[in-house]
Each structure stands twice: as structure tokens, then as C-alpha cells.
């Protein structure tokens, strides 16, 4: 089993910053990506960011683009998410997920995904 915790969400006036955190563990072979979705009240979930794990290969939505910074640590398994300039309209739960191939199931990747967590941008 692979398990992700995440961590960082909170509440934040517009303008201000948090940085998400997401740590995989358990019974990893291999990585490919990892990255983060959101999902606000009455809203599909969006993609927000994405970060291949061999390269520096990285993708956003429109929406936060200069605004938003993936970062991995390949070492601990982790991928953060650095939020600047929050708006009103961030207002999420976060998602993080991670491609991962298991001991168990060594060529295929599939999704795991976090338990999310709440980001609220109000004044």
C-alpha cells in the first residue's frame, strides 16, 4: 500500500501566501509524476500544477501561472505546492496525487491519491 499525507491548508487573506506539502510512503518501486488538483464547492476538479519526477518537466492551469510553485524532493518523496498571491477564487480543497508503480505491481503506475486539504482565501 502507498499512502499520502498532505499538509498547509488553511485560511489566508487574499494576497498571502501557503505552501502545501504532500509526503508518499509505503511500498514504492517508482515514481513518474506527482502534482496537485483542487476542487471548490459546486466545482469539478482542476488540475492545478504537475511536476514530472526525472525532470524539471512542470505544467499549470492558466489560472495560477506566475503565481504558484511546484517543487519536488525526490529523496523524501515529497511534492510542495507554494501559493503567492492568493485570491478569493483559490478557494479549495487541495488534492495532491502521485503516479506510483508498486513492490507488488512493478510496471504499472497508477494514481494515489491524498486525503486533501482546505485552502480558504477571505479577508
Known amino acids: 500500500q502507498v499512502q499520502l499525507v498532505e499538509s498547509g491548508g488553511g485560511l489566508v487573506h487574499p494576497g498571502g501566501s501557503l505552501r502545501l506539502s504532500c509526503a508518499a510512503s509505503?511500498?514504492?518501486?517508482?515514481?513518474?509524476?506527482m502534482g496537485w488538483y483542487r476542487q471548490a464547492p459546486g466545482k469539478e476538479r482542476e488540475l492545478v500544477a504537475t511536476?514530472?519526477?526525472?525532470?524539471?518537466?512542470?505544467n499549470y492551469a492558466d489560472s495560477v501561472k506566475g503565481r504558484f510553485t511546484i517543487s519536488r524532493d525526490n529523496a523524501k518523496n515529497t511534492v510542495d505546492l507554494q501559493m503567492n498571491s492568493l485570491k478569493p477564487e483559490d478557494t479549495a480543497v487541495y488534492y495532491c496525487y502521485f503516479g506510483v508503480a508498486t513492490l507488488y505491481d512493478p510496471y504499472r503506475y497508477r494514481e494515489i491519491w491524498g486525503q486533501g486539504t482546505l485552502v480558504t482565501v477571505s479577508s
Open positions: 511536476i514530472m519526477r526525472s525532470t524539471d518537466n512542470t
Open positions: 509505503g511500498s514504492i518501486f517508482r515514481i513518474n509524476a
